[in-house]
């Protein structure tokens, strides 16, 4: 078994910055492949930064140059660094892991609400 915990969202103006995090526990090691997904009410979940297994990261389009995905192994946590916050960024903003052999593990996710 194993646990995500997010935290970091909060409400915050356009044009500001967050930081979430997510902390990993029991099964899950932060050098898993790990992954930030968010979620805008009536809309389907999508990716938008993630490690690969081999530690190589990807970026969803819609936020190149403005989020920077990070992790701390000492820590088992995932960061997402925001920057550049647009109000299409409010969504419900949730960590993934998945671990050897198919096990996909979901946080409680972190509302992120940007103003304009």
């Known amino acids: 078994q194993g646990q995500l915990v997010e935290s970091g969202g909060g409400l915050v103006q356009a044009g500001g910055s967050l930081r979430l995090s997510c902390a990993a526990s029991g099964r899950i090691f932060s050098n898993n492949a790990m992954a930030w997904y968010r979620q805008a009410p009536g809309k389907q979940r999508e990716l938008v930064a993630g490690?690969?297994?081999?530690?190589?990261?990807n970026y969803a389009d819609f936020v190149k140059g403005r989020f920077t995905i990070s992790r701390d192994n000492a820590k088992n946590t995932v960061y997402l660094q925001m920057n550049s916050l647009e109000p299409e960024d409010t969504a419900v903003y949730y960590c993934?892991?998945?671990?050897?052999?198919?096990?996909?593990?979901w946080g409680q996710g972190t509302q992120v609400t940007v103003s304009s």
């Open positions: 490690f690969t297994s081999r530690g190589s990261t």
């Open positions: 993934r892991a998945d671990t050897p052999p198919y096990f996909t593990y």
